[in-house]
Nanobody, 125 residues
Framework: VQLQASGGGVVQAGGSLRLACAASGPSIDDYGRSWFRQAPGKHREFVAGVNWISGTPLYADSAKGRFTISKDRTTNTVYLRMGSLKPEDTAVYYC???????????????????WGKGTLVTVSS
């Protein structure tokens, strides 16, 4: 499975950005998909994920109410729409996938089977 993240850039605080994670490979529909991020000097943390079969989303507290994760099943692309961005959202954002991931497993980076290269999001104040 190959994952390709895109959509990062520089945005002012309060602005919006949409990240995309394109996926390819065998049985890609069997994978739950998640976004993680790593800010400078910090550990990587979970942001949002989508259940592999129902599409039910899971959000970190920091993302609730501001970010929306969605999946386009026709293109196997997962999007992360980020709004009301804050400087503390500045990080490298990574997409990841885990087979048959649901619920809590979407948020555990040790459970992920595949990772894409990150895309940098910079929020200026």
């Amino acid at each position: 499975v190959q994952l390709q993240a895109s959509g990062g850039g520089v945005v002012q605080a309060g602005g919006s950005l949409r990240l995309a994670c394109a996926a390819s490979g065998p049985s890609i529909d069997d994978y739950g998909r998640s976004w993680f991020r790593q800010a400078p000097g910090k550990h990587r943390e979970f942001v949002a994920g989508v259940n592999w079969i129902s599409g039910t989303p899971l959000y970190a507290d920091s993302a609730k109410g501001r970010f929306t994760i969605s999946k386009d099943r026709t293109t196997n692309t997962v999007y992360l729409r980020m709004g009301s961005l804050k400087p503390e959202d500045t990080a490298v954002y990574y997409c990841a996938a885990r087979k048959y991931a649901t619920g809590w497993s979407l948020g555990d980076e040790d459970e992920m089977n595949f990772w894409g290269k990150g895309t940098l999001v910079t929020v200026s104040s």
